[in-house]
């Protein structure tokens, strides 16, 4: 028997590091994903499915600092269910691996750009010496 599941979606809220009452870290985070479809009167409709994520391990730490909301996520990993306080059954995602599919919106994330000579060329613009 086979619990695999893969998500690409975006992510809804920025992921937080959170820790279990025994004292495991994991990274928290809610995943949208959509499907388009068209309906009985052949109009198109989109629908949208929100899915917990936890992200366990060593991993954990780097997933809460750098899954934010709005960036597109790959997941991977096993659906696992559990009953509430009030019995009520839910399901979350145990990802096994995750990789993000957009490059960080924010630019304090990306290294600094190396400074340009801005000493002009002798030959003119555009030109060189070979």
Known sequence: MIN???LVGNVGQDAELRTTQSGQPYAYCRVA????YKD???NWQQSTE???VKIWGQSSNRAASTIKKGL???IEGSLRSFKDKSGNTLW???ADVWKLLDAPKNDYLLPPEPAQPTT?????????KH
């Open 72 to 74: 597109k996520v790959y």
């Open 4 to 6: 695999r599941i893969t």
């Open 33 to 36: 994903t959509n499907e388009s």
């Open 40 to 42: 009985a009167q052949g």
């Open 120 to 128: 002009p060329s002798p030959w003119g613009q555009g030109f060189t």
């Open 92 to 94: 979350e995602v145990k």
């Open 50 to 52: 929100w899915h917990t």
